[in-house]
């Protein structure tokens, strides 16, 4: 196992909109819940620090690695992809990105029941913050994901798809693989606990 430390940054702003059960207050209409509770939406630890939590970047990158279908040099047809399903996984305390009163709350008139084309729109409340930067481990199990496929100066596959999935899947609601323009961010630093093969 190869352990990789990464240093992250936004490009665009992020949101959340994590499903929560916070009671209502008797009598209380649905926008004014909303407008109460739109901060209940972010995922927080046991620190009080808002994170990004490690199965929503592991799927980001498990989805890069689907729409690439990097071939594996010397096995015909074979692709990374299902290397990364098993064969990596993020941290588990995620990645901290502040602390809750650093989102604002943004108000939006969706589609009352979160599809397109609906014909009743409500005002929804999400917390969204405009820029954002943090660190986190990887856990590298398969050896096929530390594979450089150019040449022994080229990144990892691991790393080049973690750039991919930044660029055109990203995080959070309203991402980039949804039709969005939220979520995007960019690899500022990867630095390896062992070097990887080359």
Known sequence: MKICHVKLESVTPYSQSGKHETPRVEKEQEDAYARRTWQAFLHINQAGQVIIPP???????????????????????????????????????????????????????????????????????????????????????DERLLDRIGGPEDPTVFEKVLEEAGSFIGLGRFRAEKGGFYGRFRVVQSTWNHSPKS
């Open 55 to 141: 199965a929503a970047v592991n799927k980001s990158i498990q989805t890069a690695a689907s729409y690439l279908r990097l071939k594996i040099p010397g096995k015909g047809q074979s692709e990374y992809q299902k290397h990364f399903l098993g064969g990596m996984t993020c941290h588990q305390d995620g990645i901290e990105i502040g602390r809750p009163d650093d989102f604002f709350c943004e108000r939006l008139f969706l589609n009352a029941d979160g599809k397109r084309g609906g014909n009743k729109r409500v005002w929804r409340y999400y917390p969204t913050i405009a820029s954002w930067s943090g660190e986190a481990d990887f856990f590298i199990f």
